[in-house]
Every structure is written in structure tokens, then in C-alpha cells.
């Protein structure tokens, strides 16, 4: 199965009433098990992009639409927010179950796959805290495994660990991966961090700004894991490098704007 | 080698962590109760003006054990408990319900803006002559004072609603009623709880005018009954009921707050 995002545009009105063209002719495909980053400046409509293929907001043209599906059934998705946005009602057991819950599964099911992912996610003991009681990375973890819980055909991450120090970041990517690896999702993951979208990408996806559109598609040609390796550097700084002065121009604009 | 000073830094916040012993309340009250009683006891000020406590406590008992006052208690229990819960429970539901539909915003909100500033006591009379004089318009009264104040803070809470909480639950899988349900309720309850604490003194308040103003028993109507009579030590006994009534009200909703918003 995969997933086919083909001729999205997407404009809107601003506050002035002018009209916006936020994105323009965006086609790209996600295999199955492939981890496909989009990065780009701030403003180039990468969060937007990832909400049409969340179905949380509807292209001015163009579609989103999964091919080779078995039957009728609906794709599934899980979306990790760069809000967390967790239920500060529920515990991170009720989070992490809650779309199985929607989705009417038993309460053995329920508990047993809560537990996987609680596990998985390393939140092993913190079932019945409440998100206050977590501090900003162990969040997210909660976020993750709520995502990772209903098992979904595409998996969407928009700037999950923005929100993090430096260092909890770093853990987080690393984990990210342990966790890709043993699930193998195909992944659409937002950033504006180079290093993070080299670090985690099978592809890279280079959008720019005014019109977003796309600048370049690099397949990052490393292994999976081991990327911050010593033998690897090389390659490494060369790929966020070739990133780097792709967005540089457009981002120096972006900051002009503000 | 040149003298030195030494200069320690205080914390010249210290203030703001002030540490106050509990019993200080506690003295601050009975310092009152006291002056209160002395003013009485050297008739400084007549007791038809001003009763001294323990007279009003002596009568106030003669009160209960005649169950005077129990009678009167009940009567208005029964209307601003049965007025509070329908005009809190209508309040809440259609608050959510303007708040998630933009379509019953678009039509309701205007015409509760509208109805919101009357005082709801004007409405009396109309009230009674649509309900008679029996209990239906003095529940209906508080209801509708109670409706408001709920109504217009579930209908913020539910906009306050964080969005991006919104789109996980529709990501996740939940439907309309669910998401009402799941999120939007929980999500505006701190806010709705704001409301009720408001109402809740509202409906004290129309309780007491509509008693006033048409009713054979209850406090409010207890209250008025020894006015004329010139009894103010049992005035004053309903008086201090009704602040028992108002204090126990709002530590009623505090108590049900923590029980439904642990995770505050």
C-alpha cells in the first residue's frame, strides 16, 4: 500500500483579504515502510501539507488517497501533534487507548495493547499519571504511543519534539527510530531541523516558500540506524549541507517577514 | 590589605511567602462576635436594632425545636435546589450546543443576548401569571437565573477548548457526539464550574426576592414575616440561615469541583 499526494494546492484568505497561495503543485508518494521527512523554512506550508494528508483540512485542488488498500476498509492514521496535545483528563493509559476506544475495540484488547506501547515508548509505570505529571519528553512518549496504538497504514509526526530541549530531543530522535524499526509504519515526519530530517529520513522532501512547493526529493542513501556514526559523518554533513543551501536563501527571508 | 565589608543578600521577596497561623481567622471572627456582644450587653445599641448574638442564638434555637425553622428550611430547599439543577442542567446543555454549532450559535446567541441583561426578578409577576402562585414559579424564576450565568460560560469554555485537542480526537477516530462527550465537555468543565459558582449565588439571591414577594413559608418569606412583626433577634436567625445555606452551597460545588476535575 501507498500513500499518493498528487497535484495538492492549497490557498487561502488572509486577514486582509488577499488571497494566499500557501501551496502549489505537491506530488509525491510515500511507499510502504518508508519514513519520508518534509522539511523546509517556517512558512513554507509543511504543516499544512501534513494536515491535508491528515484530513484535517481540504486541498483547493488535488488529493490525498491511499492505493492498494485491502477491501473497503478506512485507512487508519495516527498523528503525532507538535502540541502533544494529550487529554489532560485522561490518564496516559486512557490516552494511549483512546483511539482504540473509538474504534470500539474490547477492553483485553485495549489493555493489551496499551501496555505494548506504553512499554515500547519506555512509560512502563506512569499508566495512571495524568500529562501534568509528565515532564515535556515523557509527553510526547504518551503522544507517540497514542499514535503507534492503532496501529495506523500512515503514521504523521509534525515537528513532534519542537517543543523539547536540546537534549531530551536527542533521546527522543534515537528512540524514535528503535521504535520505527520494530514497526516499520510508513511515516510522513514534518521538521525545519536538517540534521533531524537527515538523521531520520529514507527521503528527504526540500519545500520552499511563496508558493510552497517542492524544491528537491533526496533519497538519504545511509543505513537506517547508526547514522551519527563516526564512518558516516562525511556523508552525513554532506546531505544537510546540500539542505542547507537549498532553504538558506528562504530562510533569511522568512526572517525578514516575521 | 584594604578593609573589606561584608554584605549578605536578603531575600527582599519574603513577604510574598508569608507564613500566617491558622487560628488567626479564627480570632478574627470571635474578636467580632465579642465586640457584637459587648455593644448589646451596654445598650449602646438597642436589641430592636441590633440584637446581641446569644439572643439571636437562644430564639434560633427556640426555632428549631419547634421546627419552625425546619418547615421554612425545607420549603426553600426544595425551590432552589429543584430551580438550580434545571437551570444548570439546561444551561450546560445548551451551552455546549451553541458552542459546537456554529448554525444554533448563529440563531440562539443573539436572543440570549438579549434575554440576559433583564433582571430576572422583573420577569415575576409575568412568571406568576403564567404559573400561578403555587411552587412552579419560584422554581422557574431561579431556574432562569441560574441558566444564564451557565449558559454563557459553558458557551466560553467550550471556545476555549484547546483546538489541537479537538483534531486528535476526529484524528483518533471520534465522532460528533464523542467529541462533544470527550472533549468539549471535560475541556470547558473548569469554566462551566465557574459559572455554576456564579449562579449559585444568583439563585440565593431570587430565592429570597421571590419568597419576599409571594410565599407562605420559606426563610426569604420567614425573614419578611418577622421584619413586619419588629422580631429581629428571628430575623436575624433566618439571616444567619441563609449565609449557613450559601456558605454550605459553595463548598458543595468546591467538593464536587475536585471530584470531577482531578486532573487539574
Not at chain 2, 51 to 73: C, Q, R
Not at chain 2, 179 to 193: D, E, M, Q, S
Request: glycine letters at 8%; hydrophobic letters at 45%.
Amino acid at each position: 500500500m501507498k500513500i499518493v499526494i498528487e497535484n495538492v494546492e492549497k490557498r487561502f484568505t488572509d486577514s486582509k483579504k488577499n488571497e494566499v497561495l500557501a501551496l502549489e503543485d505537491i506530488n509525491f508518494t510515500i511507499n510502504e515502510q518508508e519514513f519520508v521527512v518534509l522539511v523546509g523554512p517556517s512558512g513554507c506550508g509543511k504543516s499544512t501539507l501534513l494536515n491535508i494528508v491528515g484530513g484535517l483540512l481540504s486541498p483547493s485542488k488535488g488529493q490525498v488517497y491511499f492505493e492498494g488498500t485491502e477491501e473497503d476498509k478506512e485507512p487508519t492514521l495516527g498523528i503525532v501533534f507538535q502540541e502533544i496535545a494529550l487529554f489532560p483528563w485522561r490518564s496516559v493509559f486512557e490516552n494511549v487507548t483512546f483511539g482504540l476506544e473509538e474504534r470500539g475495540a474490547s477492553k483485553a484488547e485495549r489493555a493489551e495493547k496499551g501496555k505494548h506501547y506504553i512499554d515500547m515508548v519506555g512509560l512502563t509505570g506512569f499508566e495512571n499519571a495524568y500529562p501534568k505529571q509528565l515532564s515535556g519528553g515523557m509527553k510526547q512518549r504518551a503522544g507517540i504511543a497514542r499514535a503507534l496504538a492503532v496501529e495506523p497504514d500512515l503514521l504523521l509526526m509534525d515537528e513532534p519534539f519542537s517543543a523539547l530541549d536540546a537534549q531530551t530531543r536527542t533521546i527522543m530522535q534515537e528512540e524514535l527510530l528503535t521504535i520505527w524499526n520494530r514497526t516499520k509504519l510508513s511515516t510522513l515526519y514534518v521538521t525545519h531541523n536538517i540534521q533531524e530530517a537527515v538523521y531520520l529520513a529514507d527521503r528527504v522532501i526540500v519545500l520552499s516558500r511563496h508558493p510552497g512547493h517542492i524544491k528537491k526529493i533526496i533519497p538519504i542513501d545511509l543505513p537506517k540506524i547508526g547514522r551519527d556514526q563516526d564512518q558516516y559523518r562525511a556523508q552525513f554533513e554532506k546531505y544537510a549541507d546540500e539542505i542547507w543551501q537549498l532553504i538558506r536563501h528562504d530562510a533569511e527571508e522568512a526572517l525578514k517577514e516575521a | 590589605m584594604a578593609n573589606t565589608t561584608k554584605k549578605v543578600i536578603k531575600n527582599r521577596v519574603a513577604f510574598l511567602e508569608q507564613k500566617i497561623p491558622g487560628y488567626v481567622s479564627v480570632l478574627g471572627i470571635t474578636g467580632i462576635l465579642l465586640l457584637w456582644e459587648l455593644t448589646c450587653r451596654l445598650n449602646i445599641v438597642p436589641p430592636l436594632f441590633l440584637p446581641a448574638p446569644t439572643a439571636i442564638i437562644t430564639d434560633g434555637w427556640e426555632m428549631i425545636s419547634s421546627g419552625e425553622l425546619l418547615k421554612n428550611l425545607l420549603a426553600s430547599l426544595y425551590r432552589i435546589l429543584g430551580g438550580y439543577a434545571i437551570g444548570a442542567v439546561l444551561g450546560i446543555m445548551v451551552g455546549l450546543l451553541l458552542g459546537f454549532s456554529k448554525l444554533a450559535d448563529a440563531i440562539f446567541t443573539p436572543i440570549v443576548y438579549s434575554i440576559y441583561p433583564i433582571p430576572k426578578i422583573a420577569l415575576l409577576p409575568l412568571i406568576i401569571l403564567w404559573f400561578g402562585i403555587g411552587e412552579m414559579p419560584k422554581v422557574a424564576i431561579i431556574a432562569l437565573g441560574v441558566f444564564f450565568p451557565v449558559l454563557i460560560n459553558t458557551f466560553s469554555g467550550v471556545k476555549s477548548v484547546d483546538p489541537s485537542l479537538i483534531k486528535a480526537a476526529v484524528t483518533f477516530g471520534s465522532n460528533h457526539f464523542n467529541v462533544i462527550r470527550k472533549v468539549i465537555l471535560p475541556g470547558a468543565l473548569p469554566t462551566i464550574f465557574a459559572g455554576l459558582k456564579l449562579a449559585a449565588g444568583t439563585a440565593l439571591l431570587l430565592l429570597v426576592s421571590a419568597e419576599m414577594i409571594a410565599a407562605q413559608y420559606g426563610i426569604g418569606a420567614m425573614v419578611l414575616h418577622y421584619g413586619n412583626l419588629m422580631i429581629t433577634t428571628k430575623l436575624m436567625a433566618g439571616v444567619l440561615i441563609l449565609s449557613l445555606l450559601g456558605l454550605m452551597f459553595n463548598r458543595g460545588l468546591q467538593w464536587l469541583e475536585r471530584k470531577l476535575i482531578p486532573w487539574k
